[in-house]
């Protein structure tokens, strides 16, 4: 994160100044002119939750951030009033900026700079002329003596891992084939201080028998890698370890099944998963949370030269059972399921993967939430959901009964690898279950992962989400 985000020693007085206030009485504690106060009032009647001022000393920003409606809701105002006041400031080609809460709370600050420094992102790596078009926000202070240094520690952390997950995902696949991805897996779990970090090559993936992860990649000239990041502190507060499994496709034409039309423009961002577990790992490495994490990355392209699998085949996964190959587009539950199988050596107190996996799913919902699944974890996954609401990564609940089962019997195989056309997120989903013996938790973040227009401070294209959701998450087991 280039950004640079730290806390204020002393009131500012000469800086460009946001203003956190709950009404318009919250002035009269900053001493301001007559003429100041008139017009911030009045433009806040005009149902403007961010009122710039421009005529006084420097450049100040008030934003009322209400107090009204659920904890969940007030927060994500804030993040989306952050995310305003920064296209103002960019706009103004304001470099940095003072945040200062006169009547918010903590949390609600720290959502505000949150959503600030989220909108801030972008992604110039490719563009020739970067500085005629690059954001101008490079400094965030924050005044407060209710936040400290630990909070602002933890805030640029999670900013930093949502940032490397959108790198990630915004790359192409010529820059970012599964070997590459891995690598810069590695890289941030050397920079996290995490306590492993282990790539399998290809011969140590045929040698465990994968036959998942090896069908899907028969078709490109690049190997496939399996990645697993490892975070287990001293004093830890679990035994069994937590285990997020991310779908690592770097890029999907649907092989021999391919995709028609549009529909292969943006699959760069089929390894969205991946990008959200690797992000994930390295916040909460970074932060040191006394939680025993495992990251696991199956990572391939899935493309279509004269070895690419085939509809009509048959794989013999990790776990011993046998596929039917009838759609070959179908091929991140098949990497998945490999990793689901081999995270079963770990004997994890739960599971979570984490996959822009159907179509179906998308649809379903759009891009306002995620599609989850739960197997033997109805707690967790209420407090999954809670995390959710809590960062604005929110969580729509599909069953998973058993009658779904049926639509995968194969006559040759023990179950075939789509189950047709309705219910596909589900079946998906009652796939990847056969190859789990444990708690396990299912997002397909189909609709959410990449965006083709900006939605406030979830910005465009890669979103990071679910790096927010996991730390969360994580971080609730220890309070």
């Known amino acids: 994160m280039d950004t640079i985000l730290r806390k204020a020693l002393r009131k500012p007085t000469a800086a460009d100044v946001i203003y956190l206030i709950k009404a318009g009485s919250d002035l009269k504690k900053l001493n301001l002119p007559a003429e100041v106060v008139d017009y911030v009032k009045k433009t806040h009647r005009l149902k403007q939750n961010v009122v710039e001022v421009n005529f006084y000393k420097n ?8 107090s009204l409606g659920l904890r969940t809701k007030r927060l994500e105002d804030n993040r989306k009033n952050g995310n305003e006041t920064q296209s103002l400031l960019n706009k103004a080609k304001i470099e940095r900026v003072v945040v200062y809460p006169v009547n918010a709370a903590t949390e609600e600050t720290i959502a505000f700079t949150e ?40 805030l640029r952390i999670i900013l930093e891992a949502v940032y490397n997950a959108r790198d990630f995902v915004n790359e192409p696949v010529s820059a970012l084939n599964a070997t590459q991805f891995a690598e810069e897996i590695r890289n941030l779990a050397i920079e996290s201080n995490a306590t492993k970090i ?16 090896l069908a899907v990649n028969q078709g490109s000239i690049d190997p496939p890698t399996f990645t697993i990041f ?3 502190p001293k004093g830890a507060i679990n035994k069994k370890p ?45 932060a040191q949370l006394p939680v025993y994490v495992i990251g696991i990355v199956p990572a391939t392209d899935n493309r279509l030269n004269g070895n690419a699998y085939v509809p009509g085949d048959v794989v013999t996964m990790h776990n011993g059972s046998t596929v039917e190959v009838l759609n070959t587009d179908a091929e991140g539950r098949m990497i998945l399921a490999d990793a689901l199988s081999y995270a079963k050596k770990y004997n994890p107190e739960l599971v979570i ?32 959901k809670r995390s959710g609401d809590l960062v ?20 040759i195989a023990d179950q075939k690898n789509i189950g047709g056309v309705e219910g596909g997120a589900i079946t998906a989903a009652k796939f990847l279950e ?3 013996d444990y708690p396990y938790i299912h997002l397909d973040i189909a609709g959410p992962g990449f965006l083709e227009k900006r939605d406030s401070y979830r910005g465009i294209a890669g979103t990071g989400v679910g790096v927010r959701l996991l730390y969360d998450f994580i971080k609730s087991k220890t309070t």
């Open 59 to 66: 450049r100040n920003y008030f934003v009322f951030a209400e």
């Open 198 to 213: 282990e790539v399998f090559n290809k011969k140590k993936i045929e040698s465990l028998k994968m036959g998942g992860l």
């Open 115 to 154: 959503g600030l420094l989220l909108g801030n992102y972008q992604f110039l790596k490719y563009k020739k002329e970067a500085d005629k078009i690059e954001n101008s926000l490079s400094q965030v202070d924050i005044y407060s003596d209710d936040i400290t240094e630990g909070d602002i520690d933890e």
């Open 353 to 384: 993967d984490v996959a822009t996996l159907t179509g179906s799913a998308a649809r379903a919902i759009g891009s306002m939430g995620m599609v989850g699944m739960k197997v033997k974890a109805e707690q967790e996954f209420e407090l999954l």
């Open 242 to 286: 937590y285990i997020f499994v991310g779908k690592g496709v770097v890029y999907d034409t649907g092989g021999l099944s391919i995709k028609v039309g549009n529909y292969m423009e943006t699959m760069k961002c089929d390894m969205a998963g991946g990008a959200a577990a690797a992000g994930a790992m390295y916040a909460i490495a970074r």
């Open 434 to 436: 056969a190859f789990t």
């Open 230 to 232: 490892e975070w287990k």
């Open 392 to 411: 604005h990564e929110r969580i729509v609940e599909f069953p998973m009964w058993d009658d779904y089962k049926e639509m995968l019997k194969s006559e």
